[in-house]
Every structure is written in C-alpha cells, then in structure tokens.
C-alpha cells in the first residue's frame, strides 16, 4: 500500500453541469462547491493530510466578468460561512497564487488563513489566481534577488507550497487530459487519474476507487523494482 499523504484536484466541468442540469454555469459552480465539502469530510476519514483545490486559474480572468463575480461571490460567503467549521474541525487553509483581489476578498483570505495557521487535521489548500509558470518565475526571480545559487532544493523553498509535500495523486475531472498550468513543479512524480465525470458529479465513492487504484501502483521514482 502506497502512503498517501497529499491528492491535488483539477475541479473541471461546473460551467458543463450547470448548462447541462440547470442551464447555468453559475447554478454548476454552487453545486460543485458541494462536492468540495463531501471530499473534505470523506479525505478527514481516509486520515489524508493535505489537499490542494485548483479554484481559480491566472488565465481564467479571460472568462465573462458575470461568472467571475459569481464565483467570488461563492467564495466570500463560503469564507464568511464557513471558518468557524474549519476552526471547530481543525482545518488549516492556505491559499496559493497571487492574491489580487478586491479589498474584501483579500481581507476575507487573510484573516481565514491567520485563524486556521495552527490547525492541523487537514491542511487545505485553495489555488485562486494560481499560475505555475508564474509560481516558478517568482521564485527564480526571488533566489535571484536573493543571490542564492539556483538549484531544484533552493528554488522548492520560494514555492508557493514550501513546507508541504508533493501530491501523491492528481485527480482531473471533466474528461479533460491536460495539467492547465497547475503545480507543474510539484507534479513530477504523481499519479495522474482522468476522470470522466464532471465535478459536481464525482462522488466520494470514485475517490475511492482512484485510492484503490493507487494503492496498486508500484511507485519506482526513476528506479527499477526488483
């Protein structure tokens, strides 16, 4: 059985639901919210110790400004909602990316980050505004600043994700086969499952069934089994 510490996921097909089931794609963001919360509690159980959420990425700024709204607007009230549940549960949250938002929105995942910082039954991390060549770039650019030799252990330390480990398991769903500029660095050596099903639509069960499945998995890290 491989240890399981960390899985990232790539939340792709709530625009696709919500045209599908409620002709909106706003109606398929607040639904995949849920499925966000079902695999939190359902990670707690499995005793994983980190996840990492791709919410919003440096290019989705190109997407209408109505459902960029609505996604922030879901997010300001998930975080005014919701962190005393995550105080209560020990839940840890970090954001990932550039925190350029609006004076509320920032305020709201400051202060979430500040009163979760000592948690430590899940560590979740919530990638908004996140970009990995940018996350590479800052942190060349920081060693440089720095005048600290470039090096991979060197260059880890100015991550976004310094101090975590790297996911064990990328699950995208969406029927969609490509990284989209997620944690490129950082997923290197993971096991990398394509699911069929749209966001809203994955069950704590095909979770499951992906950890089964990596639980089978001889993992070599460029060495050869014997």
Request: net charge positive; aromatic share 12%.
């Amino acid at each position: 059985m491989n240890p399981l510490k960390h899985v990232a996921f790539i939340m792709d097909g709530n625009g696709r639901w919500g045209l599908k089931n409620k002709n909106s794609r706003n109606l398929g963001h607040k639904q995949g919210l849920k499925t966000v919360e079902e695999i939190i509690k359902f990670s707690i159980k499995k005793k994983i110790n980190y996840l990492t959420f791709f919410a919003f990425s440096s290019e989705n700024w190109k997407r209408p400004k109505t459902e960029i709204d609505y996604l922030f607007k879901l997010l300001k009230n998930f975080l005014k909602t919701k962190i005393n549940e995550f105080i209560k549960n020990d839940i840890k949250l970090k954001i990932l990316g550039e925190k350029k938002f609006s004076k509320e929105l920032n305020s709201l995942l400051n202060r979430a980050e500040k009163k979760t910082k000592n948690n430590c039954k899940i560590h979740i991390n919530l990638a908004i505004n996140y970009g990995s060549k940018i996350e590479i770039t800052n942190a060349i650019k920081a060693l440089n600043k720095k005048k600290i030799k470039i090096n991979p252990h060197n260059l880890e330390k100015f991550l976004y994700t310094k101090g975590i480990p790297d996911p064990d398991i990328l699950i995208r769903t969406g029927n969609t086969k490509r990284l989209s500029n997620f944690l490129l660095w950082q997923l290197s050596y993971s096991e990398i499952f394509f699911e069929k099903k749209l966001w809203p639509d994955f069950k704590t069960t095909d979770f499951n069934k992906i950890i089964v499945e990596y639980n089978n998995i001889k993992r070599n890290y460029g060495s050869i089994t014997k």
